[in-house]
């Protein structure tokens, strides 16, 4: 009994030691006046303390962005301008930003 015991113990303290090594990173922030504003108003709303709001807000955005790539070119294909090659053709883009 006492052999299952401490090896219950062995298990428990590794899986504790192991959290608290993962949560050994600290990240200082600066914060704008608004969104100071909206991270004390998710600690009180939600009963949190400040690290778990950054940490579930990075979480969030991590989930938006994954499988995204960080190169696309914002507004792509969103408008139509009739011309199929309109920023490929160099006849088109002669002149363009000056």
Known sequence: MHFFLVSYLNVL?????????????????RL???SRK???????????????????GLRLLAACQAGKDSRTVLGLGKFS??????????????????
Do not use: Y
């Open 13 to 29: 303290h590794r899986l504790f030691c192991a959290t608290i090594i993962d949560m050994n990173s600290t990240i200082h922030a």
């Open 32 to 34: 704008d006046p608004d």
């Open 38 to 56: 909206a991270l004390d108003q998710l600690v009180r709303r939600k009963g949190w303390n400040p690290s778990r709001a950054v940490r579930e």
């Open 81 to 98: 301008s009739g011309i199929s090659d309109l920023g490929s053709n160099k006849k088109h883009l002669r002149g363009f930003g000056r």
